[in-house]
């Protein structure tokens, strides 16, 4: 397909491929030499750690995601939002405490519930993130919740299509899907982790009686 485009009668010429070609290197030479003559440009490992780790836990982007907190965080008083933000993380460290205390023996399946905390909890999730979760599972889920995850997918891009786009729908639409998606992931997660405590349950008791 490239080369059809490239090569056929409509193809432009290439002088102007040459043209263009030109002007975008000397534009990225330019950039790139003020850059270098400009030390606050390059704020150093500070401003790396600031863009990357530190945007993720401050939630400064409030765009519509598959996540919750984009909604919860647009709608609280700015007064109130460090202590928001510090509750949710804490949340997330005392989850990650207590299970790894109490799953200890099963570290595969500890890694699977992380993956599902932190696909749930996550300031801007993706769809990759269940994916993972998803594919460290190592059992069956009922037939509702894959309705739900199939119901979900489906609808979440019609919601943002008649919010963003068309006009006739609300935040709300969105968010909806966002919640029943979430609402899922715990599902999940308490379900698994409660069949693997009464896996580990039987399994005492059948060692204990022999």
């Known amino acids: 397909m490239s080369l059809l ?16 070609s030109s002007s975008k290197a000397a534009e990225c030479s330019a950039n790139m030499g003020s850059k270098h003559s400009n030390p606050d440009v ?14 993720i836990l401050t939630v400064e982007d409030l765009s519509p995601n598959i996540g919750v907190f984009w909604y919860f965080f647009a709608e609280v008083f700015d007064f109130f939002r460090n202590f ?8 997330i460290i005392f989850m ?20 599902a905390i932190c696909s749930m909890l996550k300031t801007y ?11 460290l599972l190592e059992m ?11 119901g979900v997918n489906l609808l979440s891009p019609v919601m943002d299509n008649l919010w963003i786009w068309r006009g006739t729908g609300n935040a709300n639409f969105y ?5 029943a998606y979430v609402a899922l992931q715990i ?24």
């Open 140 to 150: 069956h889920f009922s037939f509702v919740l894959f309705c739900g995850f199939v």
């Open 84 to 91: 928001f933000l510090l509750v949710i993380h804490i949340n």
């Open 125 to 135: 999730p993706s769809v990759a993130d269940s994916a993972l979760c998803l594919s």
């Open 96 to 115: 990650i405490l207590s299970l790894a205390i109490r799953l200890k023996h099963r570290p595969c399946f500890l890694a699977f519930v992380y993956v």
């Open 42 to 55: 390059d704020g150093g490992i500070k401003e790396m750690f600031k863009r990357t780790y530190g945007f």
């Open 5 to 20: 485009i490239g090569y056929g009668p409509d193809a432009p010429s290439k002088k102007l491929f040459l043209l263009k």
């Open 187 to 210: 599902i999940l997660v308490v379900d698994s982790t409660s069949a693997m405590l009464n896996c580990d349950r039987n399994l005492k008791k059948l060692f204990t009686a022999s």
């Open 175 to 179: 968010f909806a899907t966002a919640i």
